[in-house]
């Protein structure tokens, strides 16, 4: 509280004789700068596919802040803090650097703020030997708590004019996926043209740009009715520029050719799989079923009549399915495989300097990569379990040792040649489609029909050796064409 003001004459002068104080509590504005953190091993950048806010919205903890994009998948990324953006550090489009600054925040601080003056200031002195009285000093209004945060333009609560309104006649805050966004930039079209779009809550979906675009051909086409073109006129080059991900596949191949590489290709004979495959299939354990498709459990007697049964495990919804391909036994046995050779549990550890040697990190379990081709480009995501689905926020940081790409799902080709990049472990191997053929070296002499698919292996030639990875295949084999060792290593 204010504190009274006495004065007293001095001979030609008047003077104070007690000071001025007050302290009271107020809200400090503070700027963050929120930066990227690190979102997998390995990466050291990503690009930010676009914003979710624009200065000066106000923010709320866990409001998604941007989207950004690694060689490795998509992930959104939250604030963590309530308060308003003030700056935009990097642009949709741009490349941000782990570690570098994403954005800036404006956040409210609780501080106890004490003013205190020791002496009058000089206009005080002034109006005193004027004979004026001081003027009682009031604090400067601060706001004790913070501004009520925006709603978000996807909240279901608020109306669409209120989205529309939120999100503003902007490129960056309209409601549109990033594929859209994507074949908009590629047409040239501003997305703040079209709101609101033709799906749901305005959300601009492909059919309007294509709308769009047939509008504007059909304009240019009246437009230019008069003038005549020849058929034969040579159409222009096009210059399309490479996404994010396609460039870092660029990238990666290029330091590929780094590697010397040892390739081996042979067969695998399915049959036996094949024929105990559909029983696999009709015995799916329950906790492994979607919840719709749990078996009525009314038997005529139950089997806990006098004590309850163990609980089932608890399994999330990506690791459900209702049937196995040959594809997830081939992970698990190869995984097998892994654990009796830990060299292909490996990965290398580049020296930390030019003097020292390169080490190998042999991991306990077996991490097997998946190449995963997507309409953005390719990805390697590790499995954790097999068999299973993968979520995005389900994907491992580190990647795995050996890559599996399923190329028998796309071609019917007789056999590939796949390639290793830095970081991505020490073997890659494209499988390709099974297929029945007549074998001539089984039975009396006459052959057999048999199930057998290609394989094609390369590995890094610097720290396998090929009889090692002949060896290997062969331990993979003797999984794969007699899978009845899993029955008999759970007995």
């Known amino acids: 509280m204010l504190s009274r003001v006495r004065f007293r004459r001095l001979p030609g002068r008047l003077s104070f004789v007690s000071h001025f104080h007050t302290s009271y509590p107020s809200w400090a504005k503070v700027h963050k700068t929120f930066k990227l953190a690190d979102i997998g091993e ?10 979710s806010v624009n200065p000066p919205d106000s923010i709320a903890a866990f409001d998604a802040l941007c989207e950004v994009q690694s060689d490795k998948a998509s992930v959104e990324i939250t604030s963590p803090f309530d308060g308003t953006v003030k700056e935009l550090l990097v642009k949709e489009g741009e490349v941000a650097r782990v570690g570098s600054g994403l954005c800036i925040i404006e ?15 000089a206009s ?25 945060r925006r709603p978000h333009p996807l909240d279901p609560n608020i109306s669409p004019e209120q989205q529309l309104l939120l999100l ?8 549109a996926t990033p594929s859209v966004r994507h074949f908009a930039k590629q047409k040239d079209v501003e997305l703040s ?15 309007d740009i294509e709308a769009y675009l047939q509008i504007g051909i059909s304009a240019t086409n009246t437009n230019s009715a008069t003038s005549t073109t020849s058929k034969d006129d040579p159409a222009e080059d096009a210059i399309v520029e490479f996404g994010r991900t396609r460039w870092n596949m660029y990238r990666a191949m290029t330091k590929s050719l780094e590697i010397p590489h040892f390739g081996y290709s042979t067969s695998l004979d399915l049959t036996v799989l094949h024929e105990i495959l559909p029983i696999i299939n009709s015995h799916i354990p329950r906790h492994y079923l979607p919840t719709s498709l749990h078996p009525p459990h009314t038997p005529a007697f139950s089997p806990s009549a006098i004590y309850p049964q163990p609980a089932s495990p608890d399994v999330p919804s990506s690791g459900h399915y209702t049937k196995l391909t040959y594809l997830p036994i081939l992970l698990k046995t190869l995984s097998k495989a892994m654990l009796e050779w830990p060299l292909f549990r490996s990965s290398i550890t ?3 300097s030019t003097s020292d040697k390169p080490t190998l990190t042999v ?6 990569s998946i190449a995963l081709s997507t309409p953005t480009g390719l990805y390697t995501p590790t499995l954790q379990r097999i068999p299973s689905g993968l979520t995005p926020a389900e994907m491992p940081k580190r990647g795995g040792t050996v890559t599996v790409s399923n190329v028998g799902g796309i071609g019917a080709g007789e056999g590939a040649s796949p390639v290793l990049v830095p970081g991505t472990g020490i073997a890659i191997v494209a499988i390709g489609r099974a297929k029945w053929i007549w074998d001539v070296d089984r039975g009396d002499g006459s052959g057999e029909r048999r199930l057998k698919v290609n394989v094609s292996w390369s590995a890094d030639h ?13 331990s993979w084999r003797s999984w794969v064409e007699h899978p009845q060792r899993l029955i008999a290593e759970g007995v």
Not at 42 to 51: F, K, M, S
Not at 193 to 207: D, F, M, T
Request: glycine share 8%; proline share 8%; hydrophobic share 35%.
């Open 124 to 148: 005080q002195q002034n109006n005193a030997s004027s004979g004026l009285q001081p003027s009682e000093a009031k604090p400067k209004e601060q706001t004790p708590f913070p501004t009520k």
């Open 42 to 51: 390995g990466i050291t950048e990503c690009e930010v596919i676009r914003w």
């Open 350 to 352: 580049p020296s930390t």
């Open 168 to 175: 503003g006649r902007n490129h960056a805050n309209v409601l």
């Open 193 to 207: 043209l079209l709101v609101p779009g033709s799906g749901k809550a305005g959300r601009i979906e492909k059919r």
């Open 462 to 474: 610097r720290v396998v050796e090929g009889a090692e990875l002949v060896a290997f295949i062969e």
């Open 363 to 368: 991991r306990p379990n077996a991490d097997i």
């Open 107 to 121: 956040v409210d601080e609780e501080v106890a703020v004490s003013l205190e003056e020791d002496a009058p200031s």
